[in-house]
């Protein structure tokens, strides 16, 4: 009914009501993780795709509508269809302009302004006046993997924000949101080796420590290259290659 709609009478305590398309008409509907939606209904999505008109559910009258879809998977669309979570025919129909966007641990250059946006955010919805996360903070949101991506740092913060005191995050909100998720976490970055087979590749190894050191220090220098430079004593050309190299976007450096 939320996607196409409802007809009073169509079931009990059913009203006239418009769906998602018929309310994105002329613009543009974003449907998140399309591969949880049941099949049946991805069915139904594909023929209002094909043939361009809704109806509401219990309804007679069809409503022709114009709108561009947007949709994303929380797993490869690819991966979707093998496992049948996501139809075939309906990926085909959907697959005009394909877009991959790496997951957070790929592009954790981003988790500072991340950070910064979402303690503004609930700084306003919580009436709070936090400033910042601690440096041993950062470090272990720089480490961790997001399995859950951008939604799992948001809900970190928020679920921190509502509990703590004071205007900076530290390791003491972190454990008290998690039961010791997080120290768990902190712990596992420096793992014990037990045999030559599970090191990472030195060169691989090497090149993430860099990476996170750059970050850091761009970091603690708050954005400058020279000063990040100065941190990490190398040359400002130095530095400049090594964030063109590690794909540090420049949105987030403030020269």
Do not use: C
Not at 62 to 86: F, G, H, M, Y
Not at 203 to 229: D, P, Q
């Amino acid at each position: 009914g939320i996607i196409f709609g409802t007809t009073e009478g169509s079931f009990t305590g059913a009203k006239n009501k418009p769906g998602l398309f018929e309310l994105a008409n002329g613009g543009t509907l974003f449907l998140d993780e399309i591969n949880s939606m049941d099949i049946e209904l991805q069915a139904k999505l594909l023929r209002v795709l094909q043939d361009g008109v809704v109806r509401r559910l219990g309804g007679e009258k069809t409503l022709v509508v114009d709108v561009r879809i947007i949709s994303s998977t929380n797993i490869s669309p690819q991966e979707a269809v093998e496992k049948k979570l996501l139809r075939d025919d309906l990926y085909y129909r959907l697959n005009v302009i394909p877009m991959v966007i790496p997951p957070l641990r790929e592009r954790k250059q981003d988790i500072p302004v991340l950070i910064e946006f979402f303690i503004k955010q609930y700084n306003e919805k919580l009436n709070k006046n936090v400033k910042q996360v601690t440096p041993e903070v950062m470090d272990i949101f720089l480490g961790y993997s997001w399995p859950g991506n951008v939604r799992e740092l948001k809900s970190t913060i928020e679920s921190i924000m509502n509990f703590m005191e004071g205007d900076t995050i530290s390791l003491k909100d972190l454990h008290a949101r998690n039961n010791g998720h997080f120290y768990q976490i902190r712990n596992r970055q420096t793992p014990n080796y037990n045999g030559i087979s599970e090191l990472p590749p030195l060169n691989e190894a090497v090149e993430n420590f860099e990476k996170n050191l750059i970050l850091k220090a761009i970091i603690k220098g708050k954005g400058n290259y020279a000063e990040a430079a100065r941190l990490l004593k190398v040359p400002r050309q130095t530095l400049h290659n090594k964030i063109k190299k590690y794909g540090i976007k420049k949105d987030f450096i403030v020269e």
